[in-house]
């Protein structure tokens, strides 16, 4: 068996193998982290694959392969910290080039092909079986971040150049920020109040109101550090296209939504509505002789 493969062949199962035992322990391990039943029996089947995946490449390498720890913790981690849903389909995602290696295995043993594909595609409809609250919440949590890049980056720039200095820039800012994210909570609460979509209505507004504030103190701080105010103003679009771009990335794993198109267009009304409050705090510091 594995003495008839050739030498870059051999390399290449014995890896898939290794991959295989890594996620099984991955897997095992936010299990046993799990309360709720649904999930942990998900994750526990979808370990119980990985093991057999193993157990298939082993036959064939006739030796045991030691998991990656660095990589279990890795994952885990991230998982704890990002939401169960987000680690599992990065961690599927980076396996998708393995896809194209099996193969080219299975041109030399056969029955990997079937078993990948059928292993693969059971893995894949486990994973959207996952009901996690953080998805559930997804929608609260972009209307805060949704509602806190387009008003507070177009308030900010036209502050920027009404008002001239950054302490008062810093402080109109976030008076409107904590204000407008109080706002936001308290409208989210009153509509999911009266969707009867099953979340929790108290709790879709804190996940709204923390979006839109964590947002805020974020677009803000420039200010509070330099002293120039068309410095602060493009520290300040440089990071709502960061908040833009690592919000739309966890979308696009969570929720398998395409991210440039989503991207893009975030970040063209942010920047847009940006662009042209800085023209009105122009006309408006003009007109009034500030």
């Known amino acids: 068996m594995i003495n008839m493969l050739d030498q870059e062949t051999r390399k290449t199962v014995l890896k898939a193998q290794g991959n295989e035992i890594t996620e099984y322990h991955i897997y095992r ?62 961690m599927e995602k980076g396996e998708e080039q393995a896809q194209v290696v099996y193969e080219r295995i299975s041109s030399i043993i056969p029955e990997a092909k079937k078993i990948v594909e059928d292993e ?34 177009g308030a900010l720039a036209g ?33 999911t109040k009266t969707e009867e979509s099953g979340k929790e209505e108290l709790k879709a507004s804190m996940y709204t109101g923390f979006a839109y504030l964590a947002t805020v103190v ?37 929720k398998d939504i395409p991210f440039r198109r989503r991207f893009l267009e975030m970040a063209s009304i942010s920047l847009g509505v940006a662009a042209l409050t800085f023209v009105v705090g122009f006309i408006v510091r003009l007109s009034f002789g500030v």
């Not at 089947?45 to 006739?62: G, M, S, V």
């Not at 677009?219 to 960061?242: D, E, K, R």
């Open 29 to 90: 391990k936010l299990a046993s982290c799990l309360k709720e039943e649904g999930n942990k029996k998900i994750l526990e089947k979808i370990a119980d694959d990985e093991l057999r995946h193993y157990n298939f490449w082993k036959k064939y390498t006739k030796r045991d392969v030691k998991p990656d720890k660095l990589k279990i913790g890795w994952y885990y981690l991230i998982s704890r910290i990002l939401g169960l849903t987000f680690g599992v389909k990065l």
């Open 120 to 153: 693969d595609m059971h893995e894949i409809e486990l994973i959207n079986m996952i009901d996690e609250e953080k998805l559930k919440y997804v929608g609260s949590i972009v209307l805060g971040l949704n509602d806190a890049l387009v008003e507070l980056t």
């Open 159 to 191: 502050f920027t150049f009404a008002l001239q200095k950054t302490e008062l820039i810093a402080m109109a800012g976030l008076v409107t920020g904590i204000a407008a994210s109080l706002s936001m909570a308290a409208s989210e609460y009153l509509s």
């Open 218 to 254: 974020f677009l803000i701080y420039p200010y509070f550090i330099f002293n120039n105010v068309y410095l602060s103003l493009g520290n300040t679009l440089f990071n709502a296209v960061i908040v833009i771009a690592l919000f739309n990335y966890y979308i696009s794993i969570a």
